[in-house]
């Protein structure tokens, strides 16, 4: 091999390094969106105002439940609840056809379908498509017989885990101390998820104990579960929650977090939030002062 080919062969290998490096560097790191859009996944990445806006918007319906559209398969069902139910517990109809049935019962509220669904949550032969809907609708519809099933199941580490998602989103419908220790033991779950997702279940308990369980996600191990505590405090809203949140931009030293705080007062109400994010306006930290600004177009309207 000549002098001329080896150094050819050697300035492409540069080349390629450079070119890999460049993408390394360049790609969103992290976990996705339901949007499909990258979150910063620690201290120091950068992460646009929109993704946690994204973060910090209401949960996705789509997401919960295996639907990406969040909207109802298009069949011809049933315009009353006697039908409606009849399709559901029909176990010769597609599974679509009966999954589109108790979306339309949770939407109507139609409580008389409140044991059919919880017979078909709790029967494991039943498809687990139906079962997560099932999950979902009884959370509207069901009685305090409905809340203990979901308990059960969110906290049952050998049931299917979107399952115990959806379980456990629904037990944010319940108003009762039984739903809020379910979903304090969810967030000691062994799987973030779980931890995650119950942080967000919390937004609905706008109590003292509600946001005694939140904050304590404060310190999870898990940044994306921090994070979400931190949204939830912004919609939760108040005094309480907004020192909160102050609290937490003045010490941590992650700009992922900082951000989420941020996002958060954004979400928030009040002349104490907008005197939070007015301090960040103008911060030397580009990241920083462009989410406060989004945030306080958000605050202020």
Not at 73 to 97: H, I, M, N, W, Y
Not at 177 to 182: D, G, Q
Not at 242 to 254: A, C, F, N, P, Y
Not at 277 to 297: G, H, P
Request: aromatic residues 2%; hydrophobic residues 45%; proline residues 3%.
């Amino acid at each position: 091999m000549g002098k001329g080919t080896l150094t050819l062969l050697v300035l492409a290998g540069i080349a390629l390094l450079v070119c890999l490096g460049a993408w390394v560097l360049g790609r969103p790191a992290g976990r996705v969106t339901s949007g499909g859009e990258a979150v910063a996944a620690g201290p120091g990445l950068a992460a646009k105002p929109e993704v946690f806006a994204r973060l910090a918007a209401a949960p996705d319906e789509g997401d919960v439940d295996g639907d990406p559209s969040g909207k109802a398969a298009a069949f011809a069902l049933p315009g009353d609840q006697a039908g409606l139910l009849r399709v559901l517990g029909d176990r010769s109809a597609k599974t679509e056809v009966r999954c589109a049935a108790a979306d339309k019962l949770r939407q109507l509220g139609a409580k008389e379908s409140a044991g059919l669904l919880l017979e078909i949550l709790q029967d494991k032969s039943e498809p687990l498509s139906l079962r997560y809907k099932a999950a979902r609708a009884v959370g509207v519809v069901g009685d305090e017989s409905a809340e203990a099933v979901l308990a059960s199941l969110a906290g049952e580490q050998g049931v299917d885990r979107h399952l115990r998602v959806v379980s456990v989103l629904a037990l944010g419908n319940f108003g009762d101390n039984n739903a809020l220790n379910a979903l304090a033991q969810a967030e000691e779950d062994p799987d973030s998820l779980i931890r995650f997702k119950a942080v967000q279940a919390l937004e609905k308990k706008d109590n003292a104990a509600g946001r005694e369980i939140v904050e304590k996600a404060l310190g999870d191990s898990d940044i994306y579960v921090q994070a979400r505590a931190i949204q939830t405090l912004g919609r939760i809203g108040g005094q309480p929650a907004v020192r909160t949140i102050d609290g937490v931009l003045q010490t941590t030293e992650s700009d992922f977090i900082r951000i989420a705080c941020l996002t958060a007062l954004g979400n928030s109400s009040g002349s104490e939030a907008v005197a939070i994010l007015s301090r960040y306006e103008n911060n030397t930290n580009q990241l920083l002062s462009a989410n406060a600004r989004a945030a306080l177009q958000r605050v202020k309207q």
